[in-house]
């Protein structure tokens, strides 16, 4: 028994905020950042919009394309760090909105692998027979956990949310859809390179520590770009060994948006040809956990990618943790 993606969907607030915005708030000019991020925009959630409402807007979306009614759905998992709140998890929240009265519903932290850490936790329910329908979201709010005066990391993020359904394989002839293989990893060795130090338990917020930012996103940008691009390949190559997939036969490549550079090294390493990267992160910046997910239902809905299409994705950030899944959608 496999699983399989059975529809897709994602939720982009509609306010767009460009370099040349950002260039207001600080020392930075869309050049610096086009050149070494690849972004010249991102979105953000307007205040009366909360993580949970798009991550529900995504799941709805990915339902309808599954075809799967709400009470339907017997497991909802969320993969964000920017939950609505410390407590309940957004997954309840997510459930109450679409309408899956008593189903299983949770969290998962992964940061930006926290989409494929939430499909492989699906997988794993599926292929064992304890669910049937389950709705995985990536969904992030980052606007408001940034620090929006630190020009090396406020430039690089975006809000949005990103679903997948995902239920048991329907055929089992050797070109069916499927998920054909995951790879994750955490060192923590690496857990200071990107935090949000405060806010947690660990510091609980004070006035001083709302003074000192931290409350807000902490990067050493240059230690995560060095690990991103070896340990994404890697993790790619797992993958495909586990799918038994060769690199020739992947039809795209699917991964989290950091920053093009890093995308460029992935793909060249692997080799993969540029015109199998989809990418969007001109558009919607990094977005985390929902950047996957979001890319990939850009390109379902646009026709680009098709059913039957082998699409590897793969993803890395704070833990640092990192992961990928090969698919044949
Ligand atoms: N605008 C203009 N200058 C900036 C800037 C900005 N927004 N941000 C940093 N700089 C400056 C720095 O202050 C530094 O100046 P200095 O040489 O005078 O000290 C210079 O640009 C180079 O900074 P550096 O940090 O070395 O830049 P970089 O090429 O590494 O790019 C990142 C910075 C953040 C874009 C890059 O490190 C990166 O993408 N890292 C990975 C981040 C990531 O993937 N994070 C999330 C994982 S999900």
């Known amino acids: ?39 010249r925009e991102r979105r953000i959630a307007p205040l009366d919009i ?35 709140h410390p407590m309940p998890a957004t997954a309840v929240l997510v459930q109450q909105k679409l309408g899956a009265p008593n189903c299983p519903a949770f969290d998962i932290s992964a940061a930006c692998a926290g989409f494929v850490y939430a499909l492989a936790i699906a997988d794993a329910f599926i292929v064992t027979g304890r669910a049937r329908r389950v709705v995985v979201v990536g969904s992030e709010l980052l606007s408001r956990v940034v620090n ?29 859809s499927a998920l054909l293989g995951t790879s994750l990893h955490t060192d923590g060795s690496l857990a200071g390179s990107l935090m949000i130090p405060g806010g947690g338990t660990a510091k609980p917020v004070t006035a001083e520590s709302l003074d000192a930012a931290e409350n807000k996103v902490f990067m050493r940008g240059q230690d995560i770009f060095k690990v991103a691009v070896k340990n994404l390949t ?12 060769d690199i020739d036969q992947v039809d795209w490549l699917c991964s989290h948006q950091a920053n093009l550079r890093i995308l460029d ?41 098709r059913k039957g299409d082998t699409v590897l994705m793969c993803g890395l950030g704070a833990g640092i943790s990192w992961g990928s899944a090969l698919i044949r959608l």
């Open 50 to 84: 909360q993580n949970s409402d798009m991550a529900a807007g995504a799941a709805k979306r990915a339902l309808e394309a599954a075809g799967v009614p709400a009470n339907e759905v017997d497991l909802i998992i969320v993969a964000t760090v920017t939950g609505d």
């Open 234 to 245: 890697s993790t790619c190559r797992e993958a495909l060994v586990k799918g038994s997939i």
């Open 148 to 176: 929006w005066q630190d020009r090396g990391t406020c430039i690089l993020f975006g809000d949005g949310a990103g679903a997948v359904v995902v239920g048991p394989q329907e055929d089992e002839s050797d070109r069916a």
């Open 265 to 305: 090294q992935v793909a060249s390493r692997l080799g993969i040809a540029p015109e199998k990267v989809l990418t969007n992160i001109d558009r919607v910046g990094n977005t985390s956990s929902a950047s996957i997910p979001i890319l990939l239902d850009e390109n379902v809905r646009s026709g680009k990618v």
């Open 1 to 39: 028994m496999r699983s399989q993606i059975l529809g897709t969907g994602h939720f982009l607030p509609d306010t767009v905020r460009t370099n040349n915005d950002l260039a207001q708030l600080v020392d930075t000019s869309d050049e610096w950042i086009r050149e070494r991020t690849g972004i």
